[in-house]
Every structure is written in structure tokens, then in C-alpha cells.
């Protein structure tokens, strides 16, 4: 193991490319992961919160699914088999049906997609235009679907679509999440009035894509009354329901689904992130059984379904989501969270609470101070990003997994870091 933090950085200057991100705002090596710790090569360990961007909600090496997926690989266990039978797949799907879907009333087929969630949303896109012979997509306002062409036109932000180098990003129309014009402006009106003018402009939809918290887009959550007017608007006009369940997901707001409190049923959802429930590359697309109209390999993918993935997911469905104990613990670190943003809301002037669940973040109003918020919270240990339009928000997604003495120990670095930065720099006078 290298010790010389110089030598080992320079080779991602050297080779890596300029596209590189989350290394830039943590510029150090890391050698070992293990719960909600990482450490680098110095041997200087740092609390996680932002656990592979909710990849990560059972934490790093998890003792559980290693062993399953060590035992899984000692005897010779499928690594690769496309999307043909076998017995990891087979109790993948028994545990998901068993423990998810059957106790929420969900009748859902599992289609693999491919490692990412823009696969399933890619799938979730042509399968609604499939169904309807529609082109449109309606997507929201600081939404964030992916980085592949179709996904990247439902994406808003404007840094990640000037990626797409000029390159069309067509089919999709783009509708006010709530609250995005402020208060005053009813969205859920707006999307209405547009789609009933037959002079709009507004092709009539495939789909309606949305997040139920925008992760990426500033953690705006949307509400129960939201989430049933869009549902409403998209049966009324003979367009499909897709809700993004890939980064709030796998327990991220409190429950497995983000929006099972919330009476809806959607057409589509598209999954990954956490799904694999250890960090390996694992999408998704559920599909309402009268929707799954595809043709063999009309969609397909050399990497749809890691075996590796059904192993540590299926391990992760039954050590975490049997029976309520898992959600009660995350209730209650979610309180933990939300009163210590409030701390630090508290002493940023017009600073405000974003998010839901473990999926919560602080608006500081500034893209900067919310970076140097972060840095410094880097500084002192705590891995942490921010997210929004501005970059303003600062972002907390610990591993759900945290124990809770750690869980304080990075919310207190968190609040130490924002009063340091806003006692020493020219925040202080705003």
C-alpha cells in the first residue's frame, strides 16, 4: 500500500480525465471502506455522508453481503450470464416479491436494464412510447434523470446537458416542479392549464417523469397532494406515471419505496443505486404486468442483471426489510438529522431546511458558502457534497446504516464546519 499521497495522486492528473468530479472536491486516496468509514492512504479515517450518492445506504462492506458474496464466487457461483435463468436471479426475485412487493400490494415485473439508472430510465422512456406511439416526455424543473441522451433531455440542470456537446436533446417538455416558481404559482395548475390548450404548444405526453425528492436538483420534495394531481394528469390524458425512485429509494426517505405513503401507484419505476444493496452496479425498471409489452431482447444489454448484485441484494432485503425494525431506525436518525439542520439553519440568515427522511439537506442561499461549508467539513473528516441549482444545498446522505454515536459525530463536524465558515469569512457581514 502506497503511503506517498503525492505520488499517488499524480496519476489521476496524468491519465484520468478532465470529467473526474467527487475526487476534485476530495483530494486524497482511499484504501478502505468499512460501515460509514472510509480511510485513506495516510491511514486518516473520514465519516461518510455521502455514501456513493445513496449507493451506499447499508454502508461500506456490509459483513452480511460480503460473506454471501464471497461464498457465491468460492463455488464458482454465476459471475455473467445476460439475462438467462439462474439461482441467484430466481431468489432475488422470490425475496423482492416476498418482502417487498407482496406486503404493499404492488404487482410489478422486474425488468433488468443494465449497471445504471439511466438504463432504467432509458427503458422507462421507449416503453412508454412503445405503449402510447407518443414522443413527449414531461419532466420537471431541477429534475435529474441521467446522463444518457434520452435520460439527459429529462435532466434540467444546465451544466450536465451542455455535456451532450450540441447534440439534440429532444422529445421532452419541461414542467414547473412544485414550489419551483415559488409559493405563490400553483405548478400542478400550470402543467393543467398547459395541457388542456390545444394551442400550448405541448404535445400530448407519453409519460410523466418525476422524483419524488430531487436529488440532485436541490432535495425540493415533492408532497402526497403533488404526487396524486401528476398521477391524476397523466391517466387523464393517456400518459403513463414514472416515478424516479432511483436516489430516494431502498429507504433513503424513510420507507423502501420514497412515496408509499402517498397513495399512489405509479406505471413505471425505475431503480438502481442502492438496489444491488452493496455498491454494484444494479438497475432496474418495475413494470405494471398489462405495460410489459417488450419483444425478446427488444431491449436488452450485455450487462442487464449483475448475479453478483441478486446475491447482496437479496441478502440486503432480508437482513433489512422483514419486518419494521430497519424503518423505525431510520426514523429516528431521521429526527436526529432534521434537528441538527435546524441548528445550522438556525445561524445561516435565510438558510432553510430541504429534503425528507435521511434525504435531507440546508439551503445556505450560496453556492460557495455551501462549498465552503463542505471543505471545511472535508477538513475535519466528514465526506460531504452539496447539490442544487447553485450548488446551495448542503447535502447529508449518510448511510442509513449509521450507528448513532458516529451519525452525532458527523453532524456535530457538520455544525462546526458551518460556524467556522460563517464566523470567518465574509458571511459573517451578509
Not at 392549464?193 to 400530448?204: C, F, H, I, R, T
Not at 436516489?247 to 406505471?267: H, L, N, V, W, Y
Amino acid at each position: 500500500m502506497t503511503t506517498d499521497m503525492s505520488a499517488d495522486l499524480a496519476i489521476y492528473t496524468r491519465r484520468e480525465s478532465e470529467a473526474r468530479s467527487y475526487c476534485r472536491s476530495f483530494p486524497t486516496s482511499f484504501v478502505k471502506a468499512q460501515g460509514s468509514e472510509l480511510t485513506d492512504a495516510s491511514g486518516r479515517t473520514y465519516i461518510d455522508f455521502l455514501a456513493g450518492c445513496s449507493s451506499l445506504n447499508y454502508g461500506h462492506n456490509d459483513p452480511d453481503m460480503k460473506a454471501a458474496l464471497i461464498e457465491h464466487l468460492n463455488a464458482d457461483g454465476i459471475t455473467h450470464g445476460l439475462d438467462m435463468h439462474s439461482g441467484a436471479k430466481a431468489d432475488f426475485l422470490t425475496a423482492f416479491e416476498d418482502i417487498v412487493l407482496k406486503p404493499r400490494d404492488m404487482d410489478y415485473k422486474v425488468m433488468m436494464t443494465g449497471p445504471t439508472g439511466t438504463n432504467a430510465v432509458e427503458a422507462a422512456m421507449k416503453l412508454a412510447r412503445k405503449i402510447t406511439g407518443r414522443r413527449n416526455i414531461i419532466a420537471f424543473t431541477n429534475g435529474f434523470h441521467g446522463m444518457t441522451m434520452g435520460a439527459l433531455s429529462c435532466t434540467g440542470n444546465a451544466g450536465k446537458r451542455a455535456g451532450a456537446g450540441g447534440g439534440p436533446l429532444c422529445g421532452t417538455t419541461h414542467m414547473p416542479f412544485e414550489g419551483a416558481f415559488g409559493d405563490g404559482m400553483d405548478s400542478l395548475k400550470i402543467i393543467e392549464e398547459m395541457l388542456s390548450n390545444p394551442s400550448s404548444g405541448v404535445d400530448a405526453p407519453a409519460a410523466f417523469i418525476i422524483e419524488p425528492v430531487q436529488g440532485e436538483g436541490g432535495l425540493n420534495a415533492a408532497s402526497p397532494e403533488f404526487m396524486r394531481g401528476i398521477a391524476k394528469l397523466a391517466k387523464d390524458h393517456g400518459a403513463l406515471f414514472i416515478v424516479d425512485d432511483i436516489q430516494a429509494g431502498c429507504g433513503r426517505t424513510g420507507t423502501f419505496f420514497s412515496f408509499e405513503e402517498m397513495g399512489i401507484k405509479p406505471d413505471l419505476i425505475p431503480m438502481a443505486k442502492s438496489f444491488s444493496g452493496m455498491g454494484l452496479p444494479f438497475a432496474a425498471l418495475l413494470i405494471k404486468p398489462e405495460h410489459d409489452i417488450w419483444g425478446p431482447a427488444e431491449h436488452n444489454g450485455t450487462f442487464r442483471g449483475n448475479t453478483h448484485a441478486f446475491v447482496t441484494a437479496r441478502v440486503a432485503l432480508e437482513k433489512f426489510w422483514k419486518d419494521d425494525t430497519f424503518q423505525k431506525e431510520i426514523a429516528t436518525k431521521a429526527e436526529m438529522l432534521r434537528e441538527a439542520l435546524e441548528q445550522i439553519a438556525d445561524n445561516v440568515p435565510g438558510a432553510r431546511l430541504k429534503g425528507r427522511g435521511m434525504m435531507r439537506g440546508v439551503d445556505v442561499g450560496n453556492g460557495d458558502l455551501a462549498g465552503e461549508i463542505c471543505a471545511r467539513a472535508f477538513e475535519k473528516g466528514l465526506i460531504i457534497e452539496t447539490s442544487g441549482a447553485h450548488d446551495e444545498v448542503v447535502k447529508v446522505l449518510a448511510p442509513l446504516t449509521t450507528p448513532e454515536a458516529t451519525f452525532a459525530k458527523g453532524l456535530d463536524i457538520l455544525k462546526e464546519a458551518a460556524r467556522d465558515v460563517t464566523a470567518t469569512t465574509k458571511y459573517a457581514a451578509e
